[in-house]
């Protein structure tokens, strides 16, 4: 997993609430076992029309928001199954940073897990930067835990042991891999 010290991207928002994995990921696409590939597949039932063109009124189709890496959306996202398809299509999509009002905690769990910056914030913050111009850039800055926009600064939470794993690029493998030489030595006398 890759450090995540400091994110500068434009955002895109999707002010919804309750938006559950399934929505994120449709169930069908479900059956890789890779972690990538999945971001084609992100809010699929929204982003494209029966025919499968693009839906014209769907905020990450619009031409000004393609290259953004910073999802904006309202309280309670990730709810419904536990997938972990979830971040990774968000990941494999170019998401590293999801602001939201709150997350159901499996989902913001997995977010941490696989390197993507989950952060909560108030409603009247997330409204202003869903209203920031497509080309606006802001910065998030995970060590002074601040989201940064041209104007404004907002501050954030964040666990600290969730903060450690991110700042050094760290997930439950390489956590595991910090005690490789005792783990060799237990099982040598195991």
Known sequence: MKPFHIHKGTTVSIMQDNIDTDQIIPKQYLKRIERTGFGQFLFDEWRYLED???NPHFSLN???RKQATIL???DNFGCGSSREHAPWALQDYGFAVIIAGSFADIFYMNCTKNGILPIVLDKAARLELASLEGTAVIEINLENQTVTTAKKQYSFSIESV???KLLQGLDDIAVTLEFEEQIAAYEKHA
């Open 162 to 164: 969730w903060k450690e």
């Open 62 to 64: 619009a031409v000004e």
């Open 72 to 74: 904006v959306t309202g």
């Open 52 to 54: 499968r063109s693009k």
